[in-house]
């Protein structure tokens, strides 16, 4: 008998989930239930942090886009007042 890595408590057989850590030292064992909530839960982190990303994206992207203006602006005016 093996406990759940995420709850601790007694798994019994029929409800055992298995899978082996990412460098492949131990395995790990959860309640289907668990695994799947727990699943579950980082793809929700997941996404809110992408919807964060997203969000700082835009307004480097308005930044830059001010940024280009305004360098667009001075470079006209500096080729005005060579030619006149």
């Not at 909530?37 to 969000?55: D, E, H, M, P």
Request: charged fraction near 25%.
């Amino acid at each position: 008998m093996e406990a759940c890595y995420y709850c601790k408590k007694i798994i019994l057989e029929n409800d055992a989930f298995t899978r082996d850590t990412l460098d492949q030292k131990y395995k790990q064992t959860y309640h289907q239930e668990c695994f799947k909530q727990r699943a579950l839960n980082l793809k929700v982190i997941a996404t809110k942090n992408s919807g964060n990303n997203k969000r700082k994206n835009r307004i480097y992207d308005w930044l830059l886009i001010c940024f280009g203006i305004i360098l667009l602006i001075e470079i006209i005016a500096i080729v005005i007042l060579i030619v006149i």
